[in-house]
């Protein structure tokens, strides 16, 4: 079997089969296939497409290419996923929501890069938390108290990670086959049985147009349940971001507040509507039953004392988190309308590149964020604005970064005369 094979065969568009998938896989994982020709054959895919049999054994084979987690002594496994964002932290409300209700949350997380943010680097932000556990800590925190989160293991799909990286310098990320296999060859290779994917369309996601995230969550979900788990996608707004603190301890911040019921937003409802659908799926329960449990911890103050025993076993200070005193950057700048009007658009990606500036997020994965900085948000899509009045607020340890950051910003929030006749859905559609 030779590569330029299938390379030529899938140039024009046929199917590739299951032994020239694992060839590839397995033969570029252990470096016997250059970059330029696996390249060739990303182009390929992306011009070409796959069919879902296609899409099945490229994840199959990825997930395969290195560790599987074995969950099987633990009941009621769910995850959650998301396609990337700014300002989502639903992970730190979900989590300890399905906790409280009886579902093992045993999930492995990444770091941030680029415009979106990471769970890792979220909760690293609060002194003294572990992500990094052996597997027999992992384990046994998930058995003791219902879930625990880490950063995934280096040999969690290494195919993934070396196709990603050629994939990120080579004009094939957007591709819905390898964003799919790519996706769901971690998720799976991590061993929970129930997911739930939140999969983002806006300024802010991989995938601007709310139809074709339709199209990749439908794929994923596919995926999933050809594999034999329980999987099912919501299609949701990232046309503006999530919550209105953009950075690592802010977001934690932000979390809290949410989970002490301060704050009923569109991040709450996010939340709210994922982790009913995962305790839906995984123990056969009603959505209307799912929803009312769901509120139930939240609002009992369950799921807030579940966050900090979490944090606490994970040798984190929750004593500075309950009193919302985790560093926040020493610089600040106020960010003005510089004219009245409405909130009438917004470049989310461009939001999460100002929180970036100010160095809450990195460019390269080897760099190390600033966790204190970030931006609070003031305003939202829709909101009526004066001349003079704060947008935002930025938080720096480096003040030279912030007037870059407040060009950026103002720059990504466009304020009109006219008021937005129509926002975009929070929710655009569940796939079940």
Partial sequence: MRIYDIIHKKRHS?????????FFVKEYTKGNIPDYQASALCMAICCNGMTDEECFNLTDSMMHSGDIIDLSSL???ADKHSTGGVGDLTSLIVTPILATLGLSVAKMS??????????IDKLESIPGFRTSLSAEEFMEQVKRIGLCVIGQT?????????LYALRDVTATIDSIPLIASSIMSKKLAAGTHN?????????????????????????????????GKNVCAVVTSMAYPLGRKIGNSLEIIEATEILRCEDRGDARTVSVELASILLSITKGIDMEEAVRLVNDSLDS??????????????????????????????????VEAEKDGYIYNADTEGIGMASCILGAGRTVKEEQPDLSAGLILNVSLGDKVKKGQSIAKLFSSSPEKLIPASEKLKASIMISEHRPETLPPLIYKKIF
């Fill in 154 to 162: 280096e040999n969690l799909a290494p195919a993934d990670k070396k």
């Fill in 75 to 77: 009941p009621y496994t």
């Fill in 195 to 227: 997911i739930v994917l939140d999969v983002k369309y806006g300024s802010g996601a991989f995938i601007s147009d709310p139809d074709e995230a339709v199209k990749l969550a439908n794929t994923m979900v596919k995926i999933g349940r050809m594999m």
């Fill in 301 to 334: 103050g369950k799921a807030y004392r579940k966050f900090l025993e979490w944090i606490e076993a994970q040798g984190g200070d929750s004593v500075l988190v309950d009193k919302g005193e985790l560093c926040i950057a020493d610089f600040t700048l106020e």
């Fill in 14 to 22: 046929q199917s590739l089969s299951k032994e020239e998938i694992d």
């Fill in 110 to 119: 990444g770091r941030g890069l680029g415009h979106t943010g990471g769970t």
